[in-house]
């Protein structure tokens, strides 16, 4: 029975089939039907799905936002439905970012009140229209979906940067230092203050004459118990964030990284290095009579102190000072530290120092002074006596003289570390890309990158965050050493590693660049000896090449008298009471002060000044005009002080008459960023005859007696001093 019936059944079902059959294509007629019909609706596919695509609905947003906006009209009538594209060949540029974006060019759209992505774009110097967004933004240009457009698919590995790294951006064109770019700025700054040329090749950050000093004598200079503690945790205090301090202050990143060493490898190289005395110190042979009648005195160090104060050092030296319990460090970041660097050095090591730098570190920026023996022996006096931290070495463990096997050893990590990158030892031969070239950095791919056992997102800026923060997360067999940024100074460096993208990909992109201004100012004759002696590019540019930390001495020449430069080389003197950084005293010869200025008054010069104006055109009822514009029309004593009166914004102007030229006075009244770019004086609209009356009246204020202008030997020596530059 059972099988009877599945037969029937299975009968059945072929024959209803077969009716169906017979019912749609049971004729050519009816075949013709239903394929027309199949056919039309497979038609119809394609404009439905291209109905629901997300850009179209974006723009269908688009259009219901701005029907409620006041100036809807205006832009209902500037919005083109339909796919943009922004084609630029000779940039290799194809951008359809603005299909979506269409608020972008809108003014009415800014602020943060409107929904992305319709939000108007920030003002910039570059047109999205001329320049597209993926040259700035990044990310698949050609794409329409928001995935693809922005982040990374199996195809595309280039995603969008971050808001916080856009800077990044700016940097694969302009090699220039670019306010507009702090970030990018301040990023490019910290590699090169870190030294990271010093294992990697970085386009745009040259590789400097000396990375870190020379360790050839560093066995001369400190012990093995201090070159222990060093390279266990090169700071002078760590607290629990990992911030260095001197006595509590935070002074920043250090240059030197921490290496993590074991203390078997911190006892062979401190065990090598403590041996490297290639040029053993002479005790220096001090006047006796000097000598004996200093030490007589109780006050030897506070005559010490007095004289380090006078002479400036703390311009370049900071120094950690406790005042009603609370620590501050003052002083400038030229130089290093000095808070304990009486418990670190060697005395004859620094007496040596002092007398002549170049003689330890031929490349060192510190000038090498005229000391008298008075004076050398009170300052270091009281770095050894005052500057000082009896604990400073109290953790470090007992090490017994270094063994011809701890030193053999300490020479191997010497260079497995890497510390021939960037320190130099006689005998060594140094090393170079000790890591990767990070040229292109900013454009790998993930594909490309080893994340490790890394727990991070992956992404390219993720990689680089973990890699400059945590080297060892991404690879623990790594040999980069740590550092400890803070979060802003981690953003920053990243941003400035995302600017290494590369050479320019095409013809258009290359003629867009923006190189760095190589300066170079190197003089030669008497005043170029000098000007290596005293390190004056430290502190001051000379037409574009030099420090930052004074004033720009390009067009010295044109503003200040040849007397009073003379003056003021043999005794500085601030002209900005308020300023902590001052001009240290070199104890240098008038010979050597006029070689000086009258190679400033004969070269540095500039174009629109005039050296002809006369001081004796000015006379004392101009003055008295000028003191009534000074002090009733223009209110110069906002910011300029008088005696002890006025402001501090602007220098003093108590000696201005025996300062300036009345060339410069002039210049200045009549445009002041034509002298000093950036300088926030005010250009005010002063007629000739105020500016002929503020000249009398500035030239009529002197404090003392005016330095004689004495021309007598000036061209010769000029002419021996300006022999040349290059």
Known sequence: MDVGAAVVNGSNSRGFLARLRLLFFGDPARRFAWVSLLLTLSLAVSPLKDFFRQWRGYQRQYASYIKSRPDAKALRSRMEPGIHQIWLPRLGVVDRCTTCHLGINEPTLAGASVPEPFRAHPAIPHNPESWGCTVCHRGQGPATKVEEAHEITDSWEQPILPGRFIQASCGTCHYNDLAQAPRLDRGRRLLARLDCTGCHKIAGIARPAMLAPDLTDIGTKVSREWIYKWLKEPRTITDANGNQTVDGVDVGEPRMPTFRLTDAELRDLSAYLSVQRVHPVQPYPFDPRVVAALAKRPDLADQGEARFRQMFCSTCHSLAVTRAGETTLIGGDIGPELTKVGSKVNPDWLVDWLRNPQQYLPNSQMPRYEWSDKDLYEVTQYMERRLTDPSLLADVPHLAPPTEAEIDAGRKLFTDKGCASCHAIQGIPAQKDFGPDLSTIGARNVSQLDFGPAKIPRTLTSYLEAKVSNPLSVNPAGRMPQYHLDKASLTDVTTALLSLTGPPPTLGMEKLMVVQSAAEFHPAGEFGKLYEQYKCYACHKF???????????????????????????????????????????????????????????????????????????????????????????????????????????????????????????????????????????????????????LTAYILSLKQGSAPAESTAGAGAAASSSAGGSK
């Open 543 to 693: 037409n574009g090449f030099g420090g930052t930390l004074a004033p720009d001495l390009s067009y010295e020449g044109s503003r200040a008298r040849r007397a009073w430069m003379i003056q003021f080389m043999l005794n500085p003197q601030t002209v900005r009471p308020t300023l902590i950084f001052r001009m240290p005293q070199f104890n240098m010869s008038k010979q050597e002060a006029t070689i000086i200025a009258d190679y400033l008054k004969m070269v540095m010069q500039s174009p629109i000044v005039d050296p002809g104006v006369d001081r004796k055109q000015f006379t004392p009822a101009m003055a008295a005009a000028g003191k009534e514009l000074y002090e009733k029309k223009y209110a110069c004593q906002s910011c300029h002080t008088i005696g002890s009166a006025g402001g501090y914004v602007g220098p003093s102007l108590s000696s201005a008459g025996n300062w300036l030229t009345p060339g410069w006075i002039e210049a200045w009244l009549r445009n002041p960023q034509a002298l000093v770019p950036g300088t926030i004086e005010p250009r005010r609209n002063f007629t000739s005859e105020e500016i002929q009356d």
